[in-house]
């Protein structure tokens, strides 16, 4: 199965708990933001937002923008957005993120806990600065890859394969990032303290994150058992949050 209708079809199924389970997220958005707003006047101007989800991130942006762009590759995800707001300056469409089909006319484009999901997030980054008028600027946040590793160890101590996937190094990301334009990544650290494991995974799951990486097979019943055992000594989720912004050269640069 493709990999974009596999993500879409988890997230969907997890679109009405979406809300519920979607802490880091929140909080996520919540830095992103602070982070646009320093560095913008006070209109973004056009906005693409690539995963909007259930509108978290959005809820803070719309009001300063000219015209949104409110996009996610699930509908009842997009359609839970949408409700939550209202203006004419607001355009919910089904995009597939990794493959943009927009012309160079957004001012700002953002994009919150989305780009590890993609399957070539290097490329997808290409094509979403290609949507960038010129001086337009991207703000991405993921998830770096030391990520989920108290989830990992468990797996080790236990001798299996693990399913969470290979998320994006800091390196990576500025790396990615186009070298055409001023680039800049940070760094951050969110940990929360599930009860157990079975919280953990129903959190994960709740939020539409439950697919392993391609290729992974689902563990024996004894062996993940074991797994949920070892985290259980110390079940905490900490998550490093990677943070790029890119700014697209003005046009009389680019001659």
């Known amino acids: 199965m493709n990999r974009s209708l596999t993500v879409s079809k988890a997230f969907s199924r997890a679109a009405e708990k979406y809300d519920h389970h979607s802490l880091i997220q929140r909080f ?9 707003f320093k560095r913008e006047g006070p209109s973004l101007g ?5 995963g909007c989800g259930t509108g978290i991130l959005s ?10 762009v409110l996009s996610d590759i699930s509908y009842p995800l997009l359609r839970k957005a949408r409700l939550k707001f209202r203006g004419d300056h607001i355009f919910p469409l089904i995009v597939d993120g990794e493959n943009p089909c927009f012309t160079a006319s957004f001012d700002v484009i953002v994009s919150n806990l989305v780009l590890h999901w993609f399957q070539d997030p290097k490329k997808a980054l290409g094509r979403l600065a290609a949507c960038l008028k010129p ?11 030391n990520s989920l590793h ?14 969470v996937l290979d998320f994006i190094s800091f390196g990576q990301l500025k790396d990615w990032l186009p070298l ?3 680039r800049h990544v940070e760094e951050d650290w969110i940990t929360t303290t599930p009860s157990n494991a079975l919280e953990f995974l129903r959190n994960i799951k709740g939020m539409g994150g439950g697919l392993p990486h391609p290729g992974h097979h689902p563990l024996p019943y004894k062996t993940f058992k074991k797994i949920m055992d070892a985290y259980d ?3 905490q989720v900490s998550c490093q949050i990677l943070y790029g912004m890119y700014r697209k050269p003005e046009k009389m640069r680019e001659e």
Not at 59 to 68: H, P, T
Not at 150 to 163: I, K, M
Request: proline fraction near 2%.
């Open 28 to 36: 996520v958005a919540q830095q992103l933001t602070h982070k646009i």
């Open 180 to 182: 055409s334009g001023i």
């Open 46 to 50: 056009n906005v693409l937002e690539i």
């Open 233 to 235: 000594k110390n079940p």
């Open 135 to 145: 001086g337009g600027r991207l703000y991405v946040s993921t998830l770096g890859n």
């Open 59 to 68: 809820q803070f942006l719309i009001a300063r923008s000219d015209n949104y």
């Open 150 to 163: 108290e989830w990992r160890t468990a797996h080790a101590l236990c001798e299996a394969s693990c399913g």
